[in-house]
C-alpha cells in the first residue's frame, strides 16, 4: 500500500509540475483563441496551429525514430570493439534514456521546424504564379517569393541541428564511457595502469579513436553536404545583390561568380562522398582533397572575378553592364506598379483666364488655407474640453457639404489615460471610451482667422445635413491601449455636461463575457486580482482586449504590412477607421529595396476598417492582381472580404495612400528613365520639391 501511494503522489506531483510548466502557454493559447473567435478569425488563429501539427508530428515521428538508432547503432559500435567494464545501467535503462534523448532532439528540432516555418511552408504550397520570370534563370517570379525563403530557412535549420547533433553525440559518448568504462591498460598487467612506460590497451585505444573518427566523418560529410546546398542558393541570391551599379545579378556576377559557386557545390558534394571514403579505406589525401580544393577554387574564384571587374568590367562598364542595367529598370518598374504609369504632357501657359477658373472651380474651392498641425493644437486647445481628451491626429478627408465636394480635416476625440487618475475602477470600468470629433474645411475660416468647425462640442453638433454623428463613443482608437471591462455595476463616464458628467452602459458586440472560468483566466492574463475580486464586474462583464487599432490589425494578421497613418470616417452616424495595409517582399529580383530590411516589392492590396464602437475589422481585398494577396487569401479565405462588399459611404472614402506615393516618387525619380546611358549617368535624375515650415526646409508632403 505504501509502494502504490507513493506512485501516486509521485504521479500527481508530476502533473502538477507539468501543468505549472505549460499552463502560461494554455492560458495564452484559450485567450487568444477566444479573442480571435469574438473578431470572427478564429480561422485563422487555428490555421497556424493545425499547419504547425502537420509539419510538426511527422518530423517529431522521423527524427526521433532516425536519432533513436543513430543512438543505438553508436553504442552497438561501442560494445563492439571497445573493450568495457560494466559499472552502470542495466541495458535496457540504457536503451530507454537513448529513446528519451532522441524525444528530446527530435522535440527541439520539430519546435525549430513547425514553429518558425509554418508560414513560409503555406505560402511555398499556395504560392500563386506571377506570371513573370527572371531574366537568368527563367523561373516564375513566385519561385522568389513564396519557394525560395522556404527553402533558405530550411537550410539554415539544418546547419543549427548539425551542430546540435554533434554536441548530442558528444554527451551520448561520454554517457557510454560513464557507463561502460573502456580497459585503458593490460588486462595482464592490471598494476600497471598508468605508468608512463606503457602498459596501455593499444588496441582499445584505437577502436576507441576509430569510432570517434568514424562519427566525425559522418557529421563532416553531412556538413560539406549542406555547403554544396549553400553555394546553390548563393547562386539565386545574386539577383537581390546591391554590389556596384546594379541592383541584381551584373556582368561579372553571371559570368564568372555564378560559375564559381557551381563549381563549389559540386565539389562540397563530391568532397562529402570522398571524406567518407577515404577516412574508411585510410586514404588522407582522398579525405581531404575535397576541403583543398574547395578552399582554393574560392580563393580562386574570388581572385578571378575582382580581376574581371576592374580590368574587364570598369574600363567598359556602359557596354558590358547595359543589359543587365535594362533589367534592373524593367523590374524594379514592375515590383512598384510603376510599370503601369502612364505619362502624359503637361503644358504650363501663362495665359490664365476666368474661363480656366470656372473650369475648375471645384479644385480652386478646395485650396487649402490652413495646415493640419496648427489645426491640430486648435483643436487641443479650443474643443478638448477636459484635460484627459486628447486630439491625437488630424486626418484629410472629402465630404459633400452643401452638396459640393469639399476637403476637410476632421480628428478623433479620444481618452488620454495618462491624464486620468490611476486607480484600477477609472482606468478599466469608469473612463472607457473617448467621445465624438471635430470637422473643419481646410479652405474657410472664422472672421478670428480659426478653422471655421462644422462639427463640434460635446455631445456633437453638426451644421451639415447628413452628416451627423450619433454614436460618437470609441473605444477602439489609437489610443486607447489598456483593456477595459464593460456591462459592470459601475456605470461608464460618457462625457462631460457642464458641472456634472453623463454616464452610460456600453451596448456593443464587443468584448468577451467574463463568466465562469474566464473571470478567473483574464485576471491571471492581466495580472490583476481586482478582475477577480471586484464587486462590480458580474458575469454579464466582458472584457475588450487589444482596443489599440495598431495593435488590433496586427494581432490578427501580423504577415501584412500596415500604414502608420490610419484615418477616421464618418459613415451613417457611426466612427471608424480605415487603415491601409500592404504586402511586401524582400525577394524580387533585379529590384531596387526601398526600407532599410530590403523590400524590394510593395502593393496596396488591402484596406482594413475598424468599427470604434463595436471594434468590428474587416480586411477588403483591393488589388485582385497582386499574387501575395491571391496566395494568402488560399491561406486564410475567412480573413479577406472582396471590395465589392465594402458599404458605399466608406468606400467613397477610399484614398491613395500616402506612404505608397512616397515611395513610388522616390524610386520613379532614378527609374523614370529608359535610356541606359542616360540611367547609367544619372542625368535626368528628379528630386522631390522641399518647402519651408516653421524656418525648416522639410520634404513636401504629397
Known amino acids: 500500500m505504501v509502494s502504490a501511494k507513493k506512485v501516486v503522489i509521485s504521479i500527481v506531483v508530476a502533473c ?58 553508436i553504442k552497438k559500435d561501442y560494445y563492439r570493439k571497445v573493450s568495457t567494464v560494466y559499472i552502470g545501467l542495466e541495458e535496457k535503462r540504457v536503451n530507454q534514456i ?44 513566385s519561385f522568389y517569393i513564396f519557394k525560395l525563403p522556404l527553402i533558405v530557412q530550411i537550410y539554415y535549420l539544418l546547419i543549427g541541428f ?134 582554393a577554387v574560392a580563393v580562386l574564384g574570388n581572385g578571378i572575378a575582382l580581376g574581371v571587374q576592374n580590368f574587364i568590367v570598369a574600363p567598359d562598364e556602359i557596354n558590358k553592364e547595359r543589359k543587365y542595367l535594362k533589367h534592373d529598370i524593367t523590374y524594379t518598374r514592375k515590383a512598384y506598379g510603376l510599370d503601369k504609369i502612364e505619362e502624359k504632357v503637361f503644358p504650363v501657359a501663362q495665359d490664365l483666364d476666368k474661363k480656366d477658373l470656372e473650369k475648375n472651380r471645384e479644385t480652386i474651392e478646395n485650396i487649402r488655407i490652413n495646415d493640419y498641425e496648427p489645426a491640430k493644437q486648435f483643436y487641443n486647445q479650443r474643443h478638448g474640453m477636459r484635460l484627459y481628451y486628447h486630439f491625437y491626429d488630424v486626418d484629410v478627408d472629402r465630404y459633400y457639404i452643401d452638396g459640393r465636394y469639399t476637403q476637410v480635416f476632421l480628428s478623433a476625440r479620444e481618452l488620454d489615460y495618462a491624464k486620468i487618475n490611476q486607480q484600477w475602477i477609472n482606468q478599466h470600468l469608469k473612463y472607457t471610451h473617448g467621445y465624438g470629433v471635430t470637422l473643419s474645411p481646410v479652405n ?34 489609437e489610443m486607447t491601449n489598456n483593456y477595459v471591462i464593460t456591462n459592470t455595476k459601475e456605470k ?16 456593443g458586440n464587443g468584448g468577451i463575457s467574463l463568466k465562469g472560468i474566464n473571470r478567473i483566466l483574464y485576471a491571471i492574463k492581466e495580472k490583476s486580482l481586482k478582475i477577480l475580486i471586484s464587486s462590480n464586474v ?18 490578427i494578421a501580423p504577415f ?15 466612427l471608424y477607421w480605415m487603415i491601409d495595409g500592404y504586402t511586401v517582399s524582400n525577394y524580387y529580383p533585379y529590384a531596387k529595396p526601398f526600407a532599410e530590411m530590403g523590400e524590394n516589392y510593395i502593393r496596396n492590396s488591402v484596406k482594413v476598417v475598424i468599427d470604434a464602437y463595436n ?88
Request: hydrophobic letters at 45%; proline letters at 4%; aromatic letters at 16%.
Open 162 to 295: 548539425v551542430i546540435m547533433l554533434f554536441f548530442v553525440t558528444f554527451l551520448f559518448y561520454f554517457m557510454m564511457v560513464s557507463i561502460r568504462r573502456p580497459t585503458l591498460f593490460d588486462a595482464n598487467h592490471p598494476e600497471r595502469k598508468f605508468h608512463i612506460y606503457g602498459g596501455f590497451d593499444r588496441e582499445n585505444v584505437k577502436n576507441l579513436f576509430q569510432i570517434a573518427l568514424r562519427q566525425l566523418t559522418i557529421l563532416g560529410s553531412i556538413a560539406l553536404f549542406i555547403l554544396g546546398i549553400g553555394c546553390f542558393l548563393k547562386i539565386y541570391h545574386f539577383l537581390f545583390s546591391s554590389r556596384g551599379i546594379v541592383y541584381g545579378a551584373s556582368f561579372t556576377d553571371v559570368h564568372i561568380t555564378l560559375w564559381v559557386y557551381r563549381i563549389l557545390a559540386i565539389l562540397s558534394f563530391v568532397s562529402a562522398v570522398l571524406l567518407v571514403i577515404g577516412v574508411r579505406k585510410q586514404k588522407w589525401k582522398m579525405a581531404f582533397a575535397g576541403p583543398i580544393a574547395i578552399i
Open 560 to 574: 501584412i504590412e500596415y500604414d502608420q497613418d490610419p484615418y477616421l470616417i464618418i459613415h451613417d452616424g457611426k
Open 444 to 477: 474657410d475660416v472664422t472672421a478670428e482667422g480659426q478653422p471655421n468647425l462644422l462639427i463640434k462640442d460635446i455631445p456633437p453638433r453638426s451644421s451639415v445635413e447628413g452628416l451627423e454623428v450619433t454614436r460618437p463613443e470609441i473605444y477602439f482608437g
Open 16 to 73: 502538477v509540475l507539468l501543468f505549472m510548466l505549460f499552463f502560461n502557454t494554455l492560458l495564452t493559447f484559450v485567450t487568444d483563441y477566444q479573442w480571435f473567435q469574438e473578431v470572427g478569425y478564429e480561422k485563422v488563429f487555428l490555421t497556424k496551429l493545425f499547419t504547425q501539427l502537420k509539419i510538426g508530428i511527422p518530423i517529431f515521428i522521423i527524427l526521433t525514430i532516425l536519432i533513436y538508432f543513430y543512438f543505438l547503432g
Open 615 to 702: 471594434g468590428d475589422t474587416s480586411y477588403y481585398l483591393f488589388d485582385e492582381d497582386d499574387p501575395i494577396i491571391q496566395t494568402l487569401n488560399k491561406i486564410f479565405p475567412q480573413l479577406f472580404t472582396p471590395a465589392e462588399k465594402m458599404p458605399e459611404g466608406i468606400r467613397a472614402h477610399v484614398r491613395y495612400p500616402e506612404k505608397l506615393f512616397n515611395i513610388q516618387a522616390e524610386i520613379y525619380g532614378n527609374y523614370h528613365m529608359s535610356d541606359i546611358e542616360v540611367f547609367y549617368q544619372g542625368e535626368d535624375l528628379w528630386d522631390i520639391s522641399k518647402q519651408i515650415y516653421e524656418q525648416e526646409q522639410i520634404v513636401m508632403e504629397p
Open 98 to 141: 537513448a529513446f528519451a534523448g532522441a524525444m528530446v532532439i527530435s522535440l527541439i528540432a520539430t519546435i525549430m521546424f513547425s514553429g518558425d516555418l509554418w508560414f513560409e511552408w503555406l505560402k511555398f504550397f499556395k504560392a500563386t504564379p506571377f506570371g513573370q520570370q527572371d531574366p537568368i534563370f527563367n523561373n516564375d517570379i
Open 492 to 507: 461608464e463616464f460618457d462625457y462631460p455636461s457642464g458641472d456634472e458628467n453623463v454616464e452610460t452602459i456600453y451596448q
Open 538 to 555: 458580474t458575469s454579464e462583464s466582458k472584457i475588450l482586449l487589444n482596443r489599440n487599432i495598431h495593435d488590433r490589425v496586427r494581432k
